[in-house]
């Protein structure tokens, strides 16, 4: 079982959202600066509560692993990640592990990023590429969706592992048999490391979330 879904947060209304979140996450939310951080932090949260909700699950207790990454402790069988970017906020839950990243696509993106960090085929790729800030965007999501699935985050070297973009994306040496799977969403790149295909990403509307 997977379940991924996405949202545009531009129009969250964060008094709506206060009423819906315990105190610690609205303290969670509040330790942001800027309002655009704000909506991020709380839309994704919405989200996995909506997720979380429509599988019936209404009491999640929240904890870390050692590199960060956050479980549901009291359903073991319930795996979830998120992420966020510009205005969208990502989130997936599965009966398995799963890892996804958004990112916005950024035109001027410092292509160095890529020379300096990522495997050398895969830059190599991203320079013979038509287009290599849209090239770069999809080695960069599928590569985070991987490190985020691992649990590792960013202790695990982005030049540690290679992501083959064939008729099939797959990862170099995997022992795990994953399936990766890339989509373009207006001006975004979304990549998710799981042990499902996915035929398509489910869209909220903002208002849905507060519901």
């Not at 996450?25 to 600066?33: Q, S, T």
């Not at 009491?59 to 590199?67: D, H, Q, V, W």
């Not at 402790?73 to 510009?86: A, E, V």
Request: proline share 1%; aromatic share 14%; glycine share 4%.
């Amino acid at each position: 079982m997977i379940k991924v879904a996405y949202c545009n947060v531009e129009k969250l209304d964060l008094k709506k959202t206060y009423c819906l979140v315990s105190q610690i996450r609205k303290e969670k939310i509040d330790f942001y600066r800027f309002e655009k951080d704000k909506k991020l932090s709380a839309g994704a949260y919405l989200l996995l509560k909506k997720l979380l909700d429509e599988k019936n699950i209404t009491n999640p207790i929240f904890k870390t692993e050692k590199y960060g990454k956050a479980y549901i402790s009291n359903h073991d069988n319930i795996h979830f990640n998120l992420s966020h970017s510009g205005k969208i906020v990502l989130c997936a839950i599965s009966d398995m592990e799963v890892g996804v990243d958004v990112e916005y696509i950024d035109s001027e993106i410092d292509l160095n990023i890529a020379k300096n960090y990522f495997y050398n085929r895969e830059y190599e790729s991203i320079m013979k590429s038509d287009n290599p800030s849209d090239e770069f965007f999809r080695y960069w999501v599928l590569k985070e969706s991987y490190m985020k699935y691992t649990g590792l985050g960013m202790n695990l070297e982005l030049d540690s592992f290679e992501i083959l973009l064939e008729d099939k994306i797959r990862l170099k040496d995997d022992d795990e048999n994953l399936i990766f799977n890339l989509f373009d969403i207006e001006n975004y790149k979304i990549g998710i490391a799981s042990h499902y295909e996915i035929s398509e990403l489910i869209e909220y509307d903002v208002n849905e979330l507060y519901i």
